[in-house]
């Protein structure tokens, strides 16, 4: 079982910064590859980037591709999320997810085991 705690979230206008922290529970957390979604108001659940266990993979959606970056700190149970030159498109509650194939970065949701509470990202115009 792994309960997962994302922060960060917040508002910034467009072209600002954002870091979204996920902290995990439990002793396992190198076991997994960590994910970061993303719901729009109206819209599905969507793939934002993920990162295997040691951080040797790294995938991103096209969206993002050059202004996101997805890292983990292992000693710390924490996954973060770099967001550069926000647009107002990327306001979405913000979730993150992890997956028990620790080597896989999955795009698609349903392979993820669990999930955090998310976190409000708004970007203002």
């Known amino acids: 079982q792994v309960q997962l705690v994302e922060s960060g979230g917040g508002l910034v206008q467009a072209g600002g910064s954002l870091r979204l922290s996920c902290a995990a529970s439990g002793r396992t957390f190198s076991s997994y590859a960590l994910g970061w979604f993303r719901q729009a108001p109206g819209k599905e659940r969507e793939f934002v980037a993920a990162?295997?266990?040691?951080?040797?993979?790294?995938f991103y959606a096209g969206s993002v591709k050059g202004r996101f970056r997805i890292s983990r700190d292992n000693a710390k149970n924490t996954v973060y999320l770099q967001m550069n030159s926000l647009k107002p498109e990327d306001t979405a509650v913000y979730y993150c997810?992890?997956?028990?194939?620790?080597?896989?970065?999955?795009?698609?949701?349903?392979?993820?085991?669990?999930w955090g509470q998310g976190t409000q990202v708004t970007v203002s115009s």
């Open positions: 990162i295997a266990w040691n951080g040797g993979s790294t």
């Open positions: 997810a992890a997956d028990h194939d620790k080597y896989r970065v999955a795009t698609i949701e349903a392979l993820y085991d669990y």
